[in-house]
């Protein structure tokens, strides 16, 4: 016997605006928690991807990008960068970082303005949960500015 099921796929992000606060030349900035679900009966899994607009953050006003950046902002002049920081799941999966994301401390991954995967699972996965932070640091030489900001889209997308 056989039989067939509608595809499903379930994602959500919050929240959807964030403010990381005044950024303090040479102090890392941490943001609250990022956090995301993904239920799906796809057979081969799924991936949550992450894409920027201007590949850090950006002030119109000054003209300048405190650049996304991959490494240490403890020990870089200045950066912009996210973190995956847990992935877990109710059953299916398992719903993991991906391993450019999966970080600690004060090491980031840079994100782009092409599509980049952040989590990712093999096989279906019932209430998968993940967690990301945002990251960043200025120098004293970044011209100051109140409309430092980046736009991150996510995306979900699986295989059938």
Avoid: C, W
Avoid at 36 to 64: C, D, I, M, P, W
Avoid at 132 to 150: F, I, Q, R
């Amino acid at each position: 016997t056989g039989s067939t099921t509608t595809p499903s796929i379930t994602f959500s992000v919050s929240p959807n605006t964030m403010v990381l606060g005044s950024l303090t030349a040479g102090t890392v900035i941490t943001s609250s928690n990022i956090t995301f679900g993904l239920t799906t009966n796809a057979n081969s899994g799924g991936k949550v991807y992450v894409q920027g607009q201007y590949s850090g953050l950006h002030s119109a006003l000054r003209s300048y990008t405190i650049n996304a950046v991959t490494g240490n902002l403890s020990s870089l002049g200045e950066g912009f960068g996210i973190q995956g920081t847990a992935a877990s799941q109710t059953s299916g999966g398992p719903f993991t970082i991906a391993a450019a994301f999966n970080l600690s401390a004060n090491n980031v991954a840079a994100e782009t303005t092409t599509l980049q995967p952040i989590f990712m699972t093999s096989f279906a996965v019932v209430s998968g949960s993940g967690t990301a932070v945002l990251k960043a640091k200025s120098a004293a030489s970044d011209p100051p500015s109140t409309d430092y900001s980046e736009t991150l889209t996510f995306i979900a997308a699986t295989s059938f």
